[in-house]
């Protein structure tokens, strides 16, 4: 079958420097085209779109000219390759031959940043349904700060990934924690999410070790906030005149006797409000974070709160609460804390906190059963909560102390 077969090297500009682009290089089969990178970073005014090649006599110009007549060189001879199998192929074919990918060694071309979006991509396309919004979020951070580290450190675009060594990865926590001024636990998260990535090209022997492997790195325990009861009384009973200080009051109180979370908040729906057991209503729903299952049962105060706004005009069967966005709620919240004089960091996810430890635990609760109403996968991620037991020990022998006294133990026979 006759095919015509064309190629073009092109420059993209870079996002975060406008002086300077990335040389891809596109291959075009009967019509359908494919695209990949060459890696290879050039100022904007030394590009020639025209001719495709760099221009002037430079040292630079000349070694990135070499570099695209190798290239061409080598994407004619995988274009050769498949026509010499005499099978049917198409333009990603001749890419996926010329970066060596119908070989075992398919690390010596494999690079770090086309890895990650490929990852990110297929993440992407799964939101919804096996990831949450936030971890799409998330990888596409984590690869932000991985491409940032590179061109920083490597004054490249992207490198192999056979070259990620130990030496990269104390590296990139470093330049996390300096440069980007991220706390120990966020440079730890990002360095997981990268992992992943390395892991995956791992598997598929794209590389043949795991510079991982002696790589280890625990989280720090952070003491996480939450409302004392004294603090929430004081929210819940202050009078705010202003209507959307006082919705998004009413919705985060919601939270602190829900222990939901913002995402979950947003969706909860008609059809996770049943008759339980006990004849009284529940929240059944799932974690949007894990998909795990939360069984709750409404307090009287969350009840309310249902009852209050279930006439207003953005409330239906789909959606409970006239929720607004989760950047506005926490901008909000932290207004409310000032009327209040609460000095504390309120945010959204402290009500989950203070569901967790004020309203619960320390009302005692077993934690079991505060597990499975936040929807933890294993008892460990609760125990976290549980140090606010140390203080209700307190309190509780002090009731005892007295009731002992009572019964004359301490005095004389």
Avoid at 351 to 372: D, M, Q, Y
Wanted: charged share 30%; glycine share 6%; with cysteine.
């Amino acid at each position: 079958m006759d095919t015509t077969f064309s190629h073009l090297f092109y420059l993209r500009k870079s996002k975060s420097k406008t002086d300077s682009g990335i040389i891809y290089f596109r291959i075009t089969i009967n019509g359908k085209r494919a695209v990949t990178t060459t890696g290879r970073e050039i100022p904007v005014s030394l590009w020639n779109s025209a001719s495709g090649r760099a221009t002037g006599s430079s040292m630079q110009a000349k070694v990135i000219n070499r570099f695209l007549s190798k290239v061409e060189n080598d994407i004619y001879n995988a274009h050769q390759k498949l026509v010499d199998k005499g099978k049917v192929f198409s333009s990603k074919d001749v890419i996926d031959t010329y970066l060596g990918k119908d070989k075992k060694s398919v690390g010596d071309t494999k690079m770090v940043l086309e890895i990650f979006q490929e990852h990110n991509e297929r993440v992407n396309r799964l939101v919804g349904k096996d990831f949450a919004k936030g971890t799409a979020e998330r990888y596409k951070t984590a690869k932000k700060h991985v491409e940032d580290y590179i061109k920083k450190e490597y004054k490249a675009s992207d490198i192999p990934v056979k070259n990620v060594n130990h030496k990269f990865i104390t590296g990139f926590e470093y330049y996390l924690k300096t440069e980007r001024n991220c706390g120990h636990n966020s440079a730890i998260k990002y360095i997981t999410n990268f992992k992943k990535i390395i892991r995956i090209a791992f598997t598929n022997e794209w590389i043949n070790r795991d510079p991982f492997q002696n790589w280890k790195a625990k989280l720090k325990v952070v003491d996480r906030e939450f409302l004392t009861e004294e603090e929430l009384r004081t929210l819940i009973s202050r009078d705010i005149k202003n209507d959307r200080l006082n919705l998004v009051k009413d919705i985060f109180t919601f939270s602190c006797f829900t222990g939901l979370s913002y995402a979950e908040v947003k969706k909860l729906s008609e059809k996770e409000v049943v008759i339980g057991f006990d004849g009284k209503r529940w929240i059944k729903t799932k974690r949007t974070k894990t998909k795990s299952k939360c069984s709750i049962p409404i307090l009287p105060v969350a009840e309310a709160i249902l009852e209050k706004y279930s006439s207003h005009p953005e409330v239906n069967s789909k959606r409970l609460l006239p929720i607004l966005s989760n950047q506005k709620m926490n901008a909000y919240i932290k207004e409310i804390a000032d009327i209040c004089g609460i000095d504390k960091n309120l945010t959204f996810h402290l009500a989950r906190h203070t569901f967790a430890t004020t309203v619960t635990l320390s009302n005692g609760v077993p934690i079991e059963s505060v597990s499975k109403m936040l929807g933890h996968k294993n008892l460990q991620t609760t125990q976290h909560y549980a140090k606010i037991l140390d203080r209700k020990v307190g309190s509780d022998m002090d009731i005892l102390k007295e009731r002992l006294g009572s019964k004359n133990f301490f005095g004389k026979a």
